[in-house]
């Protein structure tokens, strides 16, 4: 029972109290509306409006009923805050609350703690209450990671798209200057880079430092749409095509010295990968191509001249070791002109075709030509690889010391002489061959 009275009379003390503290609407004129009765705090803010710090409080407000204490705003909608900020929605983009008149979403109408009169304590954090930019990323852009939103947004309109402060290529590159020097002095530029950064990187944030839209293969396949195509569905695929990153292994994203925007020249580019063996396959490791070339006298042309696209394609192909034509892979094959399509490319059809010729090849026997009868076989028919080697030999028009013939690595045994040559080849008895004086063979 004695609690029971001691709650009633602290719940009647406090009505007592608050009472007490109520202040009633001021029945008299005023000279200013921020007194110690009545709001008290408008002007003690870090940042005051204004109008406020003036104490003209007219400026906003038009009275109705002083005796009352009510006022109406003096104008309607944007004209209220417009009629003194007259440039603030000027421009081609307005933001949404500047468009409606709802300045007061982003700003105090009287004082603030923050800067500008927000009502929050940073710029980010007001952005926030609508814009959730930053969700989701592993990576902050800068500006974004410190809450900096105007270094790139004007707050209140704009003549560029999402409200920034300029073009997307001038914004970036206001703080991007290495990027920018590179398009100035390189000659090879990618077109996106000159004024479309966004179209590869989000502005706020991203899974990975670079800030860009997806990885690559896959952000790169969104304008190479022919690129994914033969990456995907090639008999013969170049495996870091695909490879997460892989792009960026041999190509530069903004610009190059080098066609294709490669890194390096395609030569040392392709060393950066085939300067060691590389499994192709359970049973199969591709040989280091430095060591097919290290200390050779004598190279294929487009070795000598650093041009690896001369034979290969680079993102995947229907041919045996990504060759851009056909080129038969085995020791023999029946004889076609498709079946040597790549080495067509560079080399006379004829010097196959030809059966006699006294100037075609140095290859012949008197005037019978001796790669005729090698390659021109409906069954068995001796392939270019037979005999020459595809990068380099110590031998004279690229001749190997041997070739693999199943698990036998076969040996040629070629001796060139003055008018002719010598074969010592496990594939057949010892012939010579001479222009001059032709050797005459048993049939």
């Given at each position: ?23 009633d ?62 440039d ?34 940073t710029?980010?954090?007001l ?30 309109s ?27 002095k ?40 022919d ?53 192709i ?30 034979c ?20 023999y ?29 140095d ?56 008018t ?24």
């Amino acid at each position: 029972m004695a609690k029971r009275v001691y709650r009633v009379v602290i719940v009647f003390m406090c009505v007592l109290i608050s009472g007490a503290l109520a202040v009633d609407k001021p029945t008299t004129p005023q000279k200013t509306c921020a007194t110690d009765e009545c709001h008290a705090d408008y002007g003690k803010k870090a940042f005051v409006h204004g109008p406020v710090g003036l104490g003209d409080c007219k400026a906003c407000h038009k009275p109705l009923n002083p005796q009352e204490h009510t006022y109406e705003f003096d104008r309607k909608g944007r004209d209220l805050c417009e009629y003194c900020h007259l440039d603030q929605a000027t421009k081609k983009n307005i933001h949404e609350p500047v468009k409606t008149g709802d300045c007061i979403e982003c700003h105090d109408p009287h004082s603030s703690d923050g800067k500008f009169l927000i009502p929050e304590k940073t710029v980010a954090a007001l952005c926030a209450k609508c814009h959730t930019v930053t969700e989701g990323f592993a990576f902050l852009h800068g500006p974004t990671a410190v809450g900096e939103c105007t270094v790139c947004h004007q707050s209140h309109s704009s003549d560029y798209p999402d409200l920034l402060v300029s073009d997307h290529a001038e914004l970036c590159f206001s703080c991007h200057v290495v990027t920018q020097r590179e398009l100035k002095k390189y000659e090879f530029i990618h077109e996106p880079t000159k004024n479309d950064c966004i179209g590869c990187h989000d502005p706020h944030g991203g899974s990975d430092s670079k800030l860009v839209k997806n990885l690559a293969p896959f952000l790169c396949y969104t304008c190479h749409k022919d690129i994914q195509k033969i990456a995907e569905n090639s008999t013969y695929q170049h495996s870091v095509v695909g490879d997460i990153g892989g792009c960026m292994n041999c190509h530069t994203p903004h610009a190059s010295t080098v066609k294709f925007l490669l890194k390096k020249d395609a030569a040392t580019l392709c060393i950066t990968c085939h300067d060691k063996p590389v499994g192709i396959s359970e049973d199969e490791v591709l040989p280091a191509f430095t060591d097919e070339i290290e200390d050779k006298e004598f190279k294929h042309g487009p070795v000598a001249e650093n041009d690896c696209s001369g034979c290969h394609v680079t993102h995947g192909g229907e041919h045996f070791r990504l060759l851009a034509k056909e080129y038969p892979p085995q020791f023999y094959a029946p004889f076609s002109k498709e079946n040597y399509a790549l080495c067509f490319s560079c080399h006379p059809e004829s010097v196959v075709l030809t059966r006699e010729t006294s100037d075609l090849t140095d290859f012949r026997n008197g005037n019978l030509n001796l790669h005729y009868v090698h390659v021109n076989k409906p069954d068995k028919g001796r392939t270019c690889r037979s005999c020459h080697a595809t990068h380099a030999s110590n031998l004279p028009k690229h001749i190997r010391e041997s070739v693999p013939y199943g698990v036998w690595k076969l040996p040629i045994k070629f001796e060139k002489t003055e008018t002719g040559g010598r074969c010592t080849p496990g594939c057949h008895l010892p012939y010579n061959y001479d222009r001059q004086s032709p050797e005459v063979y048993e049939r």
